[in-house]
């Protein structure tokens, strides 16, 4: 029997989906709802962490057009390669990545217990969203997946960045 497009691994995407949909939901409206924070200096963090975020958020859709041999005419998410160019090759799930990125910024600006509380809610759904990704990328790619996660660092920038760099320069 065949498993179904939004249920892989015994818990439903849907489910995921619509946590992560609300918690952020919730954390912009409480953006707009309260005060900026009183540091001035975390409120500036914040806006460098969004603008860092809408970047890890869309080059990766020009990266898996060009390189992941989707189809004309489909969504960018129809790839059917391995990606490990671009942002990939310093972690494996840049978008998710920028989401976390995203709550974190919110929370710079707002400093308010109720942002921490809902951002820490979506960044760790993101969290579990980004291991099932990787259980259905095994899944769909095989063992050359299983290959570049021991090679590329799921969402870690730094770890990433630092790979990449000794590989290139070695």
Not at 133 to 160: C, H, S, T
């Amino acid at each position: 029997m065949q498993e179904s497009a939004t249920r892989r691994g015994g818990v439903h995407w849907t489910v995921l989906y619509v946590l992560y949909s609300g918690a952020m939901i919730g954390l912009i409206c409480l953006l707009f709802l309260l005060r900026a924070g009183r540091s001035e200096l975390l409120r500036y963090v914040g806006w460098v962490l969004f603008a860092i975020s809408a970047v890890l958020g869309w080059l990766p859709i020009l990266t898996f057009r060009r390189h992941g041999h989707v189809a004309g005419g489909k969504s960018y998410m129809h790839t059917t390669a391995i990606v490990t160019s671009g942002l990939y090759a310093i972690v494996r799930h840049p978008q998710y990545l920028a989401s976390d990125f995203l709550a974190a910024a919110v929370m710079c600006i707002s400093q308010h217990w109720a942002v921490f509380l809902t951002g820490g809610i979506a960044i760790a759904i993101n969290h579990v969203t980004m291991t099932k990704a990787d259980r259905d990328l095994v899944g769909k790619f095989g063992q050359p997946y299983r290959e570049y996660m021991r090679r590329v660092p799921q969402w870690n920038l730094l770890i990433g960045f630092s790979r990449w760099w000794r590989q290139r320069t070695a």
